[in-house]
C-alpha cells in the first residue's frame, strides 16, 4: 500500500506536515509524490523510517535534512539534494545540480546519474556514491565520511579537504589544496565494497583510486577529533 | 538573484505560440526576480527596420515622435504602439539619424532596440504584470529570451530591467554580477559601443556587440568574453539568426537547458520549463561551466 500526494494539487505545505507528522512512529505505508514538477523542499526535515518515492524531477533542497526515511527521486534533482542529511537514504535515480549531499552529517546520498559542481561540499559524515561523473570543487573542506565517483571528477578535487575519504574510478581533472592520492588499503577496499553494494553499483572496489588529505593545509591534531 | 528563460525554436509550428511558452517561462520564475521583467522576441521583420523605443508619457510623446521624425527622416514612419512601448517601422539607414534627432529632442524617451526582427519589451512590476499589459502571449516569432530581476547592481527601473540591447537585432539577459563591468564600459565606449546605463549587464551585452563587430561569430564572441568578463555571469543571449549561453568558470548561477526536436530552452530552473510539449522526453542537462553553447537557424 502507498499513499499518493499529487504535489501539484495538494500543495508542498500539506505534504511535509503530513511526513513530519510520522516523526516518532514506524509507518507501514509508503509515499508516493506526483507531479513535483521541479518543486522546491520535496520532503525536507523527515524523522522516520518511511519509504517516499518522488515520480518525477525536483528543484532545490529535495531530501534536506533527512532523519531515517528512505527517499527516491525517479528523475532528477536541482541543486542541493540531501543537503545536511543526518540519516537514512537519498537515491536519485538521474542527475544531480550542484552541491549534492553538501554539509550533510550522515546516511548515504546515490546519484545514478552525473552530479555537478561542488557535491558532498563540507560533507561532515554522509556517504555519498556517484554512479556517474562529479563537476568541479566537489568534497571542498570534507570533514568526513565518503565520497564515491565511479565516473570522472572535476577540477580542485577535495580542495581544503579535513578527514573525508574519496574515492574515484575515472579520472580526475585537478586536485585542490592540500589533497593527495593516497595508498588504497584492504580496509578501503571492504569499506568501498560496502558503499558500492549498498549504492546498487557494480563497480569494483579495485578499480578505484583513494584521495585525501595531506593534513598540511590545517593544523591536525587528534586531540581535536571528536 | 534574477530568472532567465530563453526558447529556440526548430519546428515553424510551434512559432504562433513562442510568446505564450515564454511568457508561462517567465512567469513561473517570478520567485527569482519580482520587481522587473522583460523579453527579447525575434518576430516577423516589417517594412524597413524596427526601433522600439519606450516612454513614461506614451499619450503625449508618440504622437509627437511620428510627427518630428517624418521631416528629418523624409520617409513614412510607421507606428505600432503597445502600452508604453512602440515599434517604428522606418528604412534601416535611417535609424542614426532617428536615434540622434530623438537624443536631442528632450522627450521622455528610450530605445529599447533596433533591428529587422526584433522588439524589446521591459517594464519594472511583477512578471505576470509585465506579460499581461504588452500582452506578451498572443506574440509570434522565432525566438526569444527573457528575465525577471532581483536589482543588485543599479535601481530599479526600465532602463535596469534586462534584455539589454546594445548591437542590431542583438539582445542578452544575465544572471549575477560583473566586477569589471566600469573599467570595461570606458573601454568599449571609446571603441565607439553605444551603452546607455550604468547597468553591469548592459557592459556584457556591449562587450559581445563589439566582439562581433570585429568579425567574431556569437560562438567566437562568448569564447573571448570567458577570458575578458571577471564575476559571477549566466547568460543566454540572442542574434537575428543565433542562440547562445555561457556560464562563467565557478558556475555558481543555475541553468537548465533542453532540447527536443522542435526547440532548445534555457531557464534558470527546470521549474520554468515543465510546460512545454514533449519536456518528459527531452534531453534535459545543466551546461557545464566555461563551456559555450550555440545554436543558428
Known amino acids: ?226 | 538573484m534574477c530568472g532567465i528563460v530563453g526558447l529556440f525554436l526548430k519546428d515553424p509550428a510551434l512559432e504562433a505560440r513562442i510568446g505564450a511558452m515564454l511568457s508561462d517561462m517567465l512567469v513561473t520564475m517570478s520567485d527569482r526576480g519580482p520587481d522587473s521583467a522583460g523579453i527579447a522576441i525575434y518576430r516577423a521583420p516589417g517594412d524597413g527596420a524596427k526601433l522600439t523605443v519606450q516612454s513614461d508619457d506614451p499619450d503625449t510623446v508618440f504622437p509627437a515622435l511620428v510627427e518630428m521624425l517624418e521631416p528629418v527622416t523624409g520617409a513614412d514612419v510607421a507606428i505600432a504602439r503597445n502600452d508604453t512601448h512602440a515599434v517604428l517601422h522606418l528604412p534601416a539607414q535611417k535609424i542614426d539619424t532617428a536615434r540622434q534627432v530623438m537624443a536631442a529632442s528632450g522627450l521622455n524617451l528610450r530605445v529599447m532596440s533596433t533591428g529587422q526582427a526584433m522588439e524589446i519589451y521591459k517594464e519594472v512590476g511583477r512578471p505576470r504584470s509585465v506579460a499581461d499589459r504588452f500582452d506578451l502571449p498572443a506574440m509570434s516569432g522565432t525566438h526569444g529570451i527573457g528575465h525577471t530581476r532581483m536589482a543588485t547592481e543599479s535601481a530599479v527601473t526600465t532602463e535596469g530591467a534586462h534584455p539589454f540591447s546594445t548591437g542590431s537585432d542583438q539582445c542578452l539577459v544575465h544572471n549575477g554580477s560583473l566586477s569589471n563591468h566600469n573599467a570595461l564600459r570606458r573601454k568599449l565606449r571609446r571603441e565607439g559601443i553605444r551603452i546607455e546605463s550604468e547597468n553591469d549587464t548592459e557592459v556584457g551585452a556591449a562587450y559581445l556587440t563589439w566582439r562581433m563587430a570585429q568579425g567574431a561569430s556569437l560562438g567566437e564572441a562568448l569564447e573571448s568574453a570567458l577570458s575578458d568578463l571577471d564575476g559571477f555571469y549566466t547568460f543566454v543571449v540572442g542574434t537575428r539568426d543565433g542562440f547562445g549561453v555561457l556560464r562563467d568558470p565557478i558556475a555558481c548561477k543555475p541553468a537548465v537547458m533542453a532540447e527536443t526536436d522542435g526547440y532548445v530552452a534555457f531557464g534558470s530552473e527546470y521549474r520554468a520549463l515543465v510546460n512545454l510539449p514533449g519536456i518528459d522526453t527531452a534531453h534535459v542537462w545543466e551546461p557545464e561551466p566555461a563551456t559555450v553553447y550555440f545554436w543558428n537557424r
Not at chain 1, 25 to 30: M, Q
Not at chain 1, 37 to 66: E, F, Q
Not at chain 1, 67 to 91: C, D, F, L
Not at chain 1, 194 to 221: H, I, Q
Request: some cysteine; proline content about 3%; aromatic content about 6%.
Open chain 1, 1 to 226: 500500500m502507498a499513499t499518493t500526494y499529487d504535489l501539484e494539487r495538494d500543495g508542498l505545505r500539506g505534504l511535509n506536515r503530513a511526513l513530519h507528522a510520522l516523526a516518532g512512529s514506524t509507518p507501514n505505508e509508503a509515499w508516493e509524490v506526483v507531479n513535483p514538477r521541479g518543486s522546491h523542499a520535496i520532503a525536507v526535515g523527515l524523522d522516520a523510517p518511511v519509504d517516499v518515492t518522488v515520480r518525477g524531477s525536483t528543484g532545490y533542497y529535495c531530501g534536506g535534512m533527512n532523519k531515517q526515511a528512505t527517499i527516491r527521486v525517479a528523475g532528477s534533482v536541482g541543486p542541493g539534494v540531501a543537503e545536511n542529511m543526518m540519516s537514512g537514504t537519498v537515491i536519485v535515480d538521474g542527475d544531480a545540480s550542484q552541491y549534492a549531499g553538501a554539509s550533510g552529517h550522515g546516511g548515504l546520498l546515490v546519484i545514478k546519474g552525473n552530479a555537478s559542481s561542488r557535491c558532498g561540499i563540507s560533507m561532515k559524515g554522509i556517504d555519498i556514491v556517484v554512479h556517474g561523473s562529479i563537476g568541479h570543487m566537489s568534497a571542498f573542506m570534507g570533514q568526513a565520511g565518503n565520497l564515491v565517483v565511479c565516473g570522472d571528477a572535476g577540477e580542485a578535487l577535495g580542495d581544503s579537504i579535513y578527514e573525508a575519504r574519496l574515492f574515484v574510478r575515472g579520472s580526475v581533472k585537478s586536485l585542490g589544496a592540500d589533497c593527495i592520492e593516497k595508498e588504497m588499503r584492504p580496509e578501503h577496499l571492504d569499506l568501498l565494497a560496502g558503499l558500492l553494494e549498498r549504492a546498487e553499483c557494480d563497480a569494483k572496489p579495485e578499480e578505484f583510486r583513494r584521495y585525501g588529505s595531506a593534513r598540511k593545509l590545517y593544523n591536525f591534531k587528534i586531540d581535536n577529533a571528536y
